[in-house]
């Protein structure tokens, strides 16, 4: 088991005295993760993701509870946890900005204890996989953030990590080398069987990197499941655009709400629970108005923030 | 630690050093300057005094000055503040996600950064002192003084690290910075050698870690050949090393604790 936690719980207190403050960070947390598995951990800001990520890592102790991360302790065992974990956390950077990725790179292998002989064939092959090796030689402060995330993701590779902790990874990169990073996490997951854990606000990322979601809120999980589950069950609504090649009236049973609708074209909302999609596409499709139909799932934004407003499980 | 990263982690920051070396230029323009106005202030002194203060000629002050200066100009002038700024605004986590002591890696980084520039200004204050006052006063005791430097920028490396861990529970080392400093100058000997502080003044020193960081390799430098001095200074390193690695863990477990 990659990842497994029983009941944790992390209570901060701040202030003095009279104005002391108890803050609870965490709360009575059960997560399991699986060998291989990439899973996505959100929440909204405060819910308590980046504390359990840190107690999950070893820089925490918790309040209460037990966790281990490989077989580890990681609050116990934090350096032997460092050496088969990797950690990217948003903005933090892994490299010295000075050096150039390769000279990082060096003193990073050296911290971990990496075989010389090993080391140039490793850096070479991550440079391979994630496409980067032009940028080794490059000072990091010369990198554009996107090929500077390259090369931090590389860092965090170099002594081949089981899991890979990954806080915003993608934050403040452009959209082509958010995907580029995107595949990259699939990539390595698929090819070397790395586990991913990733926090992340850009629903994108949840999207095409994570299988399995976990929603955090107030300190506790408040869903568990695989994203695509998450988009099906959660929201019971679907989308349906019509293209017309003449004017129609809309579908009028109970739960179809009618977005947009003109001569040649027609938007509805519908929830299944009252109405089965079929129903309204049949009704629709009873005719020679219709040019062309899609039915599509609402944006996962949408899902996202409906589970935020739900209750602990 | 072992070897190995202490080594990556010396020869990775030189690198960079001698890759950039703007800073360096500044940190020289800057020493020389420093440099000139102290020794030609000490020359006067003397020449007020016989020649001769507390044991000290015209020349052996002047390679007293161009050695102090040299062993604390080499080192980032901010670096209290800079660990202090990492600490508290919890940059410092990527580092104890690694397995080795955080503080072993920084020092050695910093060793890195600070031997090339301690090289330079050395060699060049050398030559000026060479010109302006004459040659060492005894070529042999700047043998000593030599590796006496580097215990003495590793010394101060060492103690500002410790200093600086006061961030895990401040939050800002801006203040333990500026004290820091004025202990270094005065009880370091670092402007003014110490047999010529006040009495009360020169037995505290003796009793302080700040003389090994500038006043025992510009002892050295100056003509005395006093290899005691270089015991000494490994003493301290050895005394400051098990306090600020006991301040640093003892930061982390707080940091464990209560969060950063």
Not at chain 1, 73 to 97: H, M
Not at chain 1, 164 to 179: C, N, S, Y
Not at chain 1, 218 to 244: P, Q, S
Request: hydrophobic share 50%; glycine share 8%.
């Amino acid at each position: 088991m990659a990842i497994e936690a029983r009941g944790l719980t992390k209570v901060f207190k701040t202030g003095r005295r009279r104005a002391r403050k108890r803050i609870d960070a965490v709360r009575d947390l059960d997560l399991v993760v699986a060998d291989g598995e990439r899973v996505a951990y959100i929440g909204p800001n405060g819910a308590g993701k980046s504390t359990s990520i840190k107690i999950l890592t070893g820089l925490l102790h918790p309040t209460a509870g037990q966790a281990t991360v490989l077989g580890l302790t990681p609050w116990e065992d934090r350096k032997r946890l460092a050496r088969r974990i990797g950690t990217l956390f948003g903005q933090r950077s892994l490299l010295w900005l000075e050096l150039t990725p390769r000279q990082s790179y060096r003193m990073l292998a050296a911290i971990y204890g990496l075989d010389r002989d090993d080391e140039p064939r490793r850096i070479a092959e991550l440079g391979d996989l994630l496409d980067a090796v032009d940028l080794f030689d490059q000072p990091v402060r010369s990198l554009s953030l996107g090929q500077r995330m390259r090369c931090e993701l590389t860092a965090c590779l170099l002594h081949d990590p089981e899991i890979l902790f990954l806080d915003e990874p993608t934050i403040g990169l452009d959209l082509v080398a958010k995907q580029r990073f995107r595949e990259l996490l699939v990539r390595l997951n698929e090819q070397q069987g790395t586990t991913i854990f990733l926090t992340s606000h850009d629903v994108a990322d949840i999207e095409h990197v994570a299988r399995r979601a976990v929603v955090i809120n107030h300190g506790e999980v408040i869903y568990d499941d695989e994203v695509a589950a998450m988009r099906r069950a959660l929201l019971a609504t679907k989308v349906v655009e019509v293209g017309l090649i003449a004017p129609i009236q809309a579908p009028l049973q109970a739960g179809v709400t009618v977005l947009e609708h003109t001569d040649q074209a027609l938007r509805l909302v519908v929830d299944t629970h009252l109405t089965p999609i079929r129903v309204v596409l049949d009704e629709l499709l009873d005719g020679p108005a219709v040019a062309d139909v899609s039915v599509v799932d609402p944006p996962l934004e949408q899902v996202i923030a409906e589970i935020y407003e739900r209750p602990a499980r | 630690m072992t070897r190995r990263a202490f080594v990556e982690a010396v020869r990775g920051a030189s690198q960079r050093v001698v890759a950039e070396p703007g800073g360096l230029v500044v940190s020289l323009a800057f020493y020389l300057v420093i440099v000139a106005v102290l020794s030609g202030l000490w020359r006067v002194a003397v020449g007020t005094n016989d020649g001769n203060l507390a044991g000290y000629g015209a020349v052996a002050l002047t390679w007293y000055i161009i050695t102090s200066e040299a062993a604390t100009v080499s080192i980032h002038t901010r670096l209290i503040a800079d660990v202090g700024d990492d600490i508290g605004s919890g940059a410092i986590a990527v580092e104890l996600l690694r397995p080795a002591s955080v503080i072993g890696v920084r020092v050695a980084t910093e060793l890195g950064r600070t031997l090339p520039k301690l090289l330079v200004l050395w060699v060049a204050g050398g030559l000026m002192a060479a010109v302006v006052a004459g040659g060492p006063p005894r070529p042999l005791a700047l043998l000593l003084a030599a590796p006496s430097l580097v215990l003495a920028v590793t010394a101060n490396l060492i103690a500002q690290h410790g200093v600086a861990a006061a961030a895990f529970w401040l939050r800002d080392a801006g203040s333990a910075w500026f004290l820091y400093l004025k202990a270094v100058f005065i009880t370091g000997g670092m402007i003014i050698p110490l047999e010529l502080l006040p009495n009360g003044l020169e037995r505290a020193s003796l009793f302080l870690p700040f003389r090994a960081m500038a006043y025992a390799p510009a002892r050295l430098a100056a003509g005395f050949v006093e290899p005691h001095l270089l015991l000494e200074q490994i003493g301290w390193i050895a005394v400051l090393a098990i306090g600020a690695v006991a301040v640093f863990g003892a930061g982390e477990r707080r940091l464990q604790v209560v969060g950063g």
